[in-house]
């Protein structure tokens, strides 16, 4: 079974500091995807970003980025010059192509002060 | 284009009491997957549902039970309910198995 772990459960950081979330998955599946997903107070949940299983480049997406390791199962996402309304619980998910279903990890919630 | 939408957007039942949410999925989608979110976790998927019937199913009880309807919208059914069964209930759709398209969901709350 996947397994998608946040270690951190809440991070408070100054607005225009960057923002590092770690993300750590289980699976021997060898197709798959990646997820990070933000929640606003609102509830919903908001698409940031996807990786497939085969592509590891690592790329920079307005002020975000992410980390795509294969060889150590993780998957980090980083916001650069964080903003206040960044401020939301962030979400890394598993997707795997076959089962066809999303499974998430724990989330971080993060705060940024002005 | 109307992304995914569910209703009713907050619920307050009692113990006992069974619930009904719905979930129209957007425009082009075919397939409605419902999830579980308790207070301070992570969604859980609960089930799945393709061409009118259940393609898949998490780990949930036979008190939750869904539907689709020929228009492809759904509704997700929970008997009994117990005051654990309290949460965010997020809808998905998708075009068979690509991405998942979350709707703003429902807050259920057992008293």
């Known amino acids: 079974a996947q397994k998608v772990t946040q270690a951190q459960t809440e991070i408070s950081v100054v607005e225009k500091e960057d923002v590092t979330l770690d993300c750590v998955y289980e699976?021997?599946?060898?197709?798959?995807?990646l997820f990070w997903y933000k929640q606003p107070p609102s509830g919903e949940l908001v698409f940031l970003i996807r990786r497939n299983s085969f592509d590891e480049q690592n790329e920079i997406s307005g002020r975000y980025s992410w980390n795509f390791q294969k060889s150590t199962s993780s998957f980090n996402f980083t916001i650069t010059a964080s903003q206040v309304v960044d401020s939301a619980v962030y979400f890394c998910a598993f997707f795997q192509a076959a089962g066809n279903k999303l499974t998430f990890g724990g989330g971080t919630r993060v705060l940024v002060k002005p | 284009d109307a992304g995914v939408t569910q209703s009713p957007t907050h619920l307050i039942k009692t113990r006992g009491q069974q619930v009904t949410l719905r979930c129209s999925p957007k425009s082009g989608h075919d397939t409605v997957s419902w999830y579980q979110q308790a207070l301070g976790q992570g969604p859980q998927f609960i089930f799945q549902?393709?061409?009118?019937?259940?393609?898949q199913r998490g780990n949930f009880p036979d008190r939750f039970s869904g539907h689709q309807f020929p228009n492809y919208s759904s509704e997700l059914n929970v008997n009994a309910l117990l005051l654990g069964d309290s949460a965010l209930y997020l809808c998905?759709?998708?075009?068979?198995?690509?991405?998942?398209?979350f709707g703003p969901g429902t807050r259920l709350t057992v008293l």
């Open positions: 998905a759709s998708s075009l068979g198995e690509g991405e998942q398209f």
């Open positions: 549902y393709y061409e009118e019937e259940e393609r």
């Open positions: 699976t021997r599946d060898t197709t798959y995807y």
